[in-house]
C-alpha cells in the first residue's frame, strides 16, 4: 500500500455559517491542495468534510496518516465513538442523536477502504501544513461572505 499523509482542517464565520475545508494530501515530494466550502454551514461538518474530500480522492487503498486539529474528528476515531454510535444506531451514549450521520457514514465506509491513523495536532500553533489548511479553508469560507 501506498502511504499518503493528509492534513485538513475546516472553518466557519459563524457557527453556523460561511464556512470551508483545507486539505493536504503529501505522497513522497509530491502535494496536492484541496478546498471547498458551504454558504451555511458548521465548523464540525467543514472538518469532517476535509478529511472525506482527501481521501475520496485517492484512487486506490492507501496506508494514510491523517492529521488534523479537530477533537471531533480524531476523538471520533481514536476513541471508538465512530464504532459505538455505528453499533447503537447512530445514538450517542447520552442517548442523544449522532449530528452529522450522513459525513459519519461515508468516514466510516472510508475507514474500510483504507488504512487510517488519525494524528490530533494543536491548532494555530505554527504547524506547516496545518496554518496551511487552515488558510485554505478561511479563504474559502471567506467567498461566502457578504
Known sequence: ????????????????GPGGWGAILVYGTREKELSGGEALTTNNRMELMAAIVAMEALREPCDITLTSDSKYLTDAVNK????????????????????NV????????????????????????GHEYNERCDRLA????DRFRV
Open 80 to 99: 471508538g465513538w465512530l464504532t459505538s454510535w455505528k453499533q447503537r444506531g447512530w445514538i450517542k451514549a447520552d442517548k442523544k442523536p449522532v449530528l
Open 138 to 141: 478561511t479563504a474559502f469560507a
Open 1 to 16: 500500500m501506498k502511504h499518503v499523509d493528509i492534513y485538513t482542517d475546516g472553518a466557519c464565520r459563524g457557527n453556523p
Open 102 to 125: 450522513e459525513l459519519w457514514e461515508r468516514i466510516d465506509s472510508l475507514l474500510s477502504y483504507h488504512k487510517v491513523c488519525f494524528v490530533w495536532v494543536h491548532g494555530h500553533q
